[in-house]
């Protein structure tokens, strides 16, 4: 369902209002990583209408995909990582 032209338009379109630029969402097993780059003001409050309720809908239709980790939230899906390593960062190998 996530092949290019199978995301609800309106669901595009909700995800872009909300200020996020990009997106990448990553499949391995039972797990997903999403990777998102946004705007400062993220997240922008989008209002209801039929932006928000077909998300809401498509949220529920995926849901069945969101296996949580233990430590999340209560209507949590999705959680933030910690980077612990940037190649960018690092210019010469040193040894200890």
Do not use: C, Y
């Amino acid at each position: 369902m996530h092949e290019p032209g199978g995301v609800w338009a309106s669901v595009i379109d909700h995800i872009r209002a909300q200020g996020i630029e990009a997106m990448e969402i990553w499949h391995r097993e039972d797990r997903l990583f999403m990777i998102i780059e946004a705007s400062e003001d993220f997240p922008r409050p989008v209002g209801n209408g039929s932006l928000t309720s077909d998300n809401a809908r498509w949220e529920l239709l995926m849901d069945r995909f969101h296996k949580r980790l233990r430590d999340t939230a209560p209507g949590e899906k999705w959680s933030p990582l910690e980077r612990i390593f940037d190649l960018a960062e690092h210019t010469r190998t040193r040894m200890p």
